[in-house]
Structures are given as C-alpha cells and as structure tokens.
C-alpha cells in the first residue's frame, strides 16, 4: 500500500511538472496564495502541493457528527449503551483505588453472557473445537488418554468436511457445506420435516443474519419492520441503521405477554394509514426479555397472518433451549407452517438461531447461522450476494453451530460427560 501511495505521488508531481512546461498566460495571483517553486525543483514542487492541500482542510475536521451517516447518530443500543459505560468507569476506579468504592466487583448483567459469570463449557464441545484447531493432536498417541474417544472421533468427522482441513481457511460464504448440512440434518430430526443445507446460511451469531435481512428487505423509511415490545434492541437498531420504520406491537402482560393477531392486525394498519409498507413480522419465541413460550394454536394464527398479509416472517428461535417451564414446549415456525401444509411456495420464513444462547452460552466463540425458505431463486441470489461481501463466518463458530444441532447421541459413551457438564454449567 505505501509503495502504491509514493507511486501515485510521484506520479501527480511528475504531472504537475509536464504542465508547468506548458505556457499559460500570466494572471495576478491572489494575496494569499502559496509560492509555486521553480519547476526544475521536483522536492519543492511536493512541498508546495502539501501545503496546498493541508491549506484546503485547514480548520475543519474531516469527520465530526455533523458529517456523519445520521442513521449511525439515530439508532440506540442500549444493552451496550450509557449504563454499561458507567460501570465500566467504576470498575476501573476499583482497579485504580480498591476501597474507594462500597463494593469490590461488577457482575455485567445488560446481556446474556453466562460465561463471564463462571459458567463452564460443555466439555465435549470444547474437546472436539481443540481437536479441530490443532489436527497434529489426532495423531499422538497421548491424546487418547486426554480427550475422550467420541471427541476424537466426531473432530475427524469434522475435519474431513472442511476442505484441506484447515480451519484456518475461509469457507463458501453459507459456510462449510458439510457443516450446513449437519445443521440441516438436526433441524429435520427436531421438526420432523426436510430441512436443506443449501437453506443455512452461517454467520457470526445470530445477529449478523438479522442485519442482512434488514438490509435486503429495507428499501427507504417508508418499509417497516413489525417488531415486539418489550423487546431485544437488536431490532430497532438494526431497523434505524438501515434507514426503515420500526413499526411496534406490543406484547399483553396480563396474558403472560401473549401475542395476539389483534394487536398485529391494528399496528399494521395503522403504519400502512401513515404510508408505511411493513415487510416483515419479527417474533422472538422463547421470547427475550420477556420469557414466554408461544403455544402451537397461537403461532399458528401468526403463521396465516403472515400468509394473509404478504410479510416475511422473521422467527428469533435463538432461546430455543432456554425454557424451564414443564408444561411449554418450543415448537419452531417452520414446523408449524409445514404441519399447516404450506410449503416453500406459500411463506417466506427466516429463522435465526445462535450458539450464545440455550445451554451452551457461548457467546464469544460468535457462532450462528439462519435458515432461509420461500424466496425465489433470484432473491436468493441477493442474499447470497450479500453473505459473500463477509467471505464467510468464523470456522470455529461454524462447528460449534453444527455441534449444537448434533449433540452426542444417548447411546454414546461421553453421553454422561456431556450431561454432567450441562449439569455443572445452568443457565
């Protein structure tokens, strides 16, 4: 890159020269103006044009917040907002002065992040990421006595789907094809209907996925989102930064903060009296912040509204794990479209999941990926493009998605390991 400055600079100068050959014809110069050099001396002439072009941006700064994209001023974040800032200045006023304070630690609760508060891994998954990241351990014959055989074996597994069996390597945009399809192969066994790896899409968690979605279904502010409040900002931040409307409905908490098709019903007739197109419904079930598991009849509802009304159904499935409640059960939106009998034809569905939640709560290892139905072949096309402007997702999070969708099986020896690692680590 610096050998490419100093070239075009050289160039210009040289430029420059050719053109001071020239003869032009003599006009007062102005009182301020610079002293142009003798063109014989090619050192001077690029101090000269230095100093012109300093001169130039003299007394303005080249980006402040009245030059930059306002959506960026608009949108707010608050998880990662003013509050969190205000502990991280007191934290470090008790590492500057331990007594200065009534207390003598921050635990940071703004986000879901169990294993800054001393949850553990799940061992086996951890065994096999190791394994995969530094292959020479298959061969040694101490690792056998380290790493517990099904880990050893599930990491070769792995390795022989990544191409090279570099993890060092970038991937398809989607992600490793053999890992999508493993991901596709645990979702048919949790919903009982096909699922395609040519379907999942693998990103950097699930919030990646969602800024893509936002940006292929935003046009202007004159698109909107549907989006639930109370409500994980995620999405009205994503919607602000794309340039849309977010268009709220509002969850009952009388009802254990149901969802009703009433309420959606109002909200989106309302945004279309204002000229608003609403693109999509978001539903976030298991629902964040909120907690409440959406009964089968009920999703069913939101399914034939999203069918009725042309929008995208946006599922954050994310918390999928998450539900301590004996009487609920996740059902995902896709299984219930399919038990519905529509097809890939009839509803544009987009589920999100993630490796942070649920759990595992690996949040740092950045793991995710969507599952993508019922968009023709041409939009497919676009959202392809835009996964590949990434290259693709980080290789460790990309197995550790394919990990959560296949955990080992009950006949398996490490079963008990796995469980008791879960048993260790709660969320």
Not at 164 to 171: E, L, Q, V
Request: hydrophobic residues 40%; aromatic residues 8%.
């Amino acid at each position: 890159m610096r050998r490419f400055l100093t070239d075009r600079a050289r160039r210009a100068v040289a430029a420059s020269l050719r053109g001071a050959t020239r003869p032009a014809a003599p006009s007062p110069a102005p009182a301020a103006a610079l002293s142009r050099p003798s063109p014989s001396a090619p050192s001077a002439m690029a101090a000269y044009m230095a100093r012109a072009m300093s001169t130039s941006a003299a007394g303005t700064p080249p980006v402040s917040l009245d030059t930059i994209n306002p959506k960026v001023l608009e949108f707010k974040y608050a998880v990662r907002g003013e509050i969190v800032t205000h502990a991280q200045n007191l934290e470090q006023e008790l590492h500057k002065n331990p007594e200065s304070l009534p207390f003598d630690e921050i635990l940071y609760c703004n986000i879901g992040n169990p294993h800054s508060l001393g949850q553990q891994p799940v061992t086996f998954f951890r065994e096999v990421l190791s394994l995969c990241d530094h292959p020479a351990l298959l061969d040694k014959s101490e690792t056998h006595a380290l790493y517990s055989s099904d880990a050893i074996e599930r990491a070769w597994q792995i390795l022989e789907k990544i191409p090279g069996r570099a993890t060092g390597a970038y991937s398809h945009s989607q992600g490793v094809k053999g890992l999508r399809d493993e991901i596709a192969a645990g979702i048919a066994a949790r919903d009982g209907f096909h699922a395609s790896g040519d379907n999942i899409f693998l990103t950097d968690g699930a919030s990646p996925a969602v800024h893509m979605m936002m940006q292929l279904l935003i046009r202007s502010e004159k698109d909107g989102i549907l989006c639930p409040l109370p409500q994980y900002p995620l999405y009205s931040a994503s919607i602000a930064l794309h340039g849309g409307s977010f268009v709220p409905y509002f969850l009952d908490e009388e009802t254990g903060w149901g969802l009703e098709v009433d309420e959606l019903k109002k909200q989106v007739d309302e945004a279309r009296s204002k000229g608003i197109t609403v693109r999509a419904l978001v539903v976030i079930n298991p629902g964040n912040p909120t907690g409440q598991v959406l009964a089968e009849e009920n999703q069913k509802k939101i399914v034939e509204f999203c069918k009725n009304e042309g929008l995208v159904l946006l599922a954050d499935e994310v918390y999928q794990e998450n539900i301590y409640v004996e009487d609920k059960q996740f059902h995902s939106f896709k299984k219930i479209a399919r038990s519905m009998g529509y097809t890939d034809d009839d509803l544009p569905l987009v589920s999100f999941q993630s490796v942070s939640k649920g759990y595992y709560g690996e949040c740092g290892k950045r793991g995710g990926y969507m599952e993508v139905t019922g968009f023709n072949a041409d939009v497919r096309e676009q959202i392809y493009k835009v996964a590949s402007v990434n290259l693709c997702s980080n290789i460790s999070g990309q197995i550790l998605s394919s990990l959560i969708m296949n955990p080992p099986k009950v006949s398996i020896s490490c079963m008990e390991l796995f469980q008791s690692g879960i048993v260790m680590a709660p969320i």
